[in-house]
């Protein structure tokens, strides 16, 4: 064999590697959705592509936020455990890096334009109870949408999914006792599973929404 054969052996062997270890600390696989027993049920092939931008942006801020080249579960699981010791929704809000964040409202901006925002989420507001003006507005999710149907079918086959959707129903709104058990679950979360992803990345972007009008002082 001669010099010029070794060397594109050798040059071809190094991309393989190279191209087997760059696989394997891919940190992000999209359009999973589209192929989703659970999510086809609910969703039409436009609403998905929609979904799909949440999980970009959730994926894109928890990579920003974490070590490269660690792969998609463990980038999760980082992040997570910079937040699990929140002492209060205050300072979850907070901790979570989201709010008032123009890339959170860009996205809510698209998922309007592209008409899958009721689907997910309504606005609540609050109000001055002697001036009855607006004093704060927040996400609420939709319990008539077709997320809310969603979360109802990952929940027959997972208990965590099926109380939270629950205690949706039950209450309303996302309940102090779920953000506690959300902050618990994801150690046992398979985060390569992009629905899985959308479910904390709705879950989060809904728990920072809140924005409080204060009057000039």
Known sequence: MNYINKIRISFTILLVL???????????SHMELMKDPAVLKVFNKKEIASLELIVNFFDSFILEKTEKDQGINQSYYQYFETIKNSESIEDLRINIGLSNS????????????????CEIWKYSYGYDFKTKDTISVKLELNQQGKYMQLLEVLGRENTFLLEYYNDLQNSGTISPGSIAQFLKYYRV?????????????????????????????
Request: hydrophobic share 40%; charged share 20%; aromatic share 8%.
């Open 18 to 28: 190279s191209l087997v270890v760059n696989h394997s600390c891919t940190p992000v």
């Open 189 to 217: 979360v398979d985060f390569q599973k992009e629905v899985n992803r959308m479910v904390f990345a709705v879950h989060y972007i809904t728990i920072v929404s809140e924005q409080v009008y204060r009057p000039p002082q």
């Open 102 to 117: 123009n890339d959170t409202r860009a996205l809510i901006k698209k998922l309007k334009n592209q008409g899958v925002f």
